[in-house]
């Protein structure tokens, strides 16, 4: 039971992750004058919605977890050769949970960008 929850817990955690990003950037848009991110440009349309992110911010956004994986995937071979997958997909998952709460939390967006690498 422990080994399926453990692959199947490190299959969702990466989907959720890659299908974070949809909601998130869609999820910049804001009402005027309600900015989410303190430190980006604010561009406003004619229906009254603002964008705070230009499309090289929402590009990072996006690709930034891929960046992260293909060096954490290094650093996850290690990990498995030492612990094993079991241990090492558990280990890894608070951590992981860190850094969802630091995203919920974040106030501007490097400390996202941060957050969504080591994610």
Do not use: E
Not at 68 to 82: E, F, L, Q, R, V
């Amino acid at each position: 039971v422990i080994a399926a929850f453990s692959a199947g817990l490190g299959s969702f955690t990466f989907g959720y992750a890659l299908g974070f990003t949809s909601p998130v950037l869609t999820a910049m848009m804001v009402l005027k004058n309600d900015a989410v991110f303190t430190d980006a440009s604010i561009q406003t349309f004619d229906n009254g919605s603002t964008v705070l992110l230009s499309s090289n911010h929402a590009a990072l956004f996006s690709s930034i977890l891929t960046i992260g994986g293909m060096i954490g995937s290094m650093m996850g071979g290690i990990a498995c050769d030492k612990y094993g997958r079991k241990g090492t997909i558990l280990y890894i998952s608070l951590p992981f949970a860190f850094t969802w709460i630091w995203m919920a939390v974040s106030n501007n967006y490097y400390q996202l960008l941060v957050a969504r690498f080591l994610s």
